[in-house]
């Protein structure tokens, strides 16, 4: 089969990682891809929000199925356009992806449905949230309603920086929605959940735990994730249980029942508090950089999964995914998640070997006389796969000991809290 991923970060290197260690993959191309893409499949350079270009290089390339990796596309309607063209296309349609494009909307779900979420209100008006905010417990949640490369996120520890932080997303500091969603803060661990999705069932795809803020011990602003572990230790079976019935199946019937079935990978970001999950946020993709430890964990034949969901046959499939334990660490570019440094030359990558337990993803990342610079503010992703989480991490700290580049940084405590030091 001939498959075409979309994007170009860590997640979709490690998708088509997995792709091509498929026997049935014939032609795999990446639009537009990294350095890391490369070397897999054929990177075509096209803008992913021209959806008619898209269309002419996937009907020319003579594409099975498209697989969509970040939530953009997917929230602008490239799944009903593809769909219209007759292109078989692995992704939940423009109305599913409110879930994650609109916060007032995945929300306002939850509280029609009873699904377990923070206590929230959503405002557009300034006098109604300020009255909100003076009647809220510190810490409060601001959140800017639409898509924000997940930095439309804070927790303020005072009303007056929940007051200010408001008042920016009010006045269109993200350009997605001038809405706002202030919300109660919720104590407890943070779990992501997997599940991979057809018209008429799911299957769980996994779980993780990631670490979004830029600093050691979990400090400093949020960014698109500093690394993640797989499994997730403090998923039992009766958590999983739980969250199957209390979030996902309530949230698959919903949007089945307004007309959207739901399809493609649904990540839930789920607060765990005294046993109990609460759902932070949907996600309507794979998280990046979580997909990068699944995918070292994945067994079963990612082209064949793609194949049989889009087929609406997913519940004929059994998932497989090894016991061992995957972590990824995220090489950043120095003054990342702020203005960062670019194009600036990686040394000495190929020294890093490279096999089934170790893997080095490329996300901001490109090639040229054959010596890879970056360009993004996340720039490659050091994976291993080990027996335990602690042996996992040294070989990827090891591995990242072996690059020579001054220009970045990154956390060396990935999973430090289920990893014993001592
Ligand atoms: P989100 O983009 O909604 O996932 O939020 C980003 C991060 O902010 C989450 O991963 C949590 O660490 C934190 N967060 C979001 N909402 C809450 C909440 N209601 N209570 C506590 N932490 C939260
Ligand atoms: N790592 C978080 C996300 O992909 O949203």
Known sequence: ?????????????????????????????CIPG??????????????????????????????????????????????????KKKVRVFGPDKFA??????????????????????????????????????????????????????KGVSICQSKEEALKNTKEILKGKFKSSNKVVLEEFLNGEELS?????????????GSAQDHKRVGEGDNGPNTGGMGAYSPAPLLTHELKEKIKKKIIEPT???????????????????MISKGEPYLIEYNIRMGDPECQVLMMRLETDLLEIIDFATR?????????????????????????????IKNSEIKNLSSILADKNNQVFHAGTYEKNNKIYSNGGRVLNITSLSESLT???????????????????????????????K
């Open 391 to 421: 042996e996992a991490r040294n070989k990827s700290l090891s591995n990242l000991n072996k690059i020579n580049w001054t220009d970045g940084f990154f956390r060396k405590d990935i999973g430090w809290k289920v990893i014993n030091n």
């Open 1 to 29: 089969m001939n498959l075409a991923v979309i994007g170009s970060g860590g997640r979709e290197h490690a998708i088509c990682y997995k792709l091509k260690q498929s026997p049935k993959i014939k032609k795999l191309i």
């Open 312 to 340: 609406n046959k997913i519940k004929d499939l059994k998932i497989k995914w090894t016991k061992k334990s995957s972590i990824t660490i995220v090489l950043c570019a120095n003054g990342y998640p702020y203005n960062y």
């Open 193 to 205: 959940f997997f599940t991979i999705v057809d018209k008429n069932s799911y299957l769980f795809f």
């Open 34 to 83: 990294n350095a890391g893409t490369q070397k897999l499949a054929e990177n075509i350079k096209e803008d992913i929000s021209n959806f008619e270009a898209l269309y002419q290089i996937i009907k020319k390339q003579k594409i099975d199925i498209v697989f969509i990796g970040p939530e953009q596309p997917l929230v602008d309607g490239l799944v009903d356009y593809l769909n």
């Open 97 to 150: 992806s409110q879930l994650e494009g609109s916060k007032a909307f995945m929300k306002n779900l939850c509280k029609v449905h009873e699904i377990p979420t923070a206590d929230f209100g959503v405002f557009n008006n300034i006098d109604e949230a300020t009255n909100f905010i003076k009647q809220a417990e510190v810490p409060i949640v601001v959140k800017a309603d639409g898509l924000a490369a997940g």
């Open 252 to 270: 698959l019937k919903i949007m089945k029942d307004l007309g959207h079935p739901y399809t493609g990978f649904l990540y839930a970001g789920l």
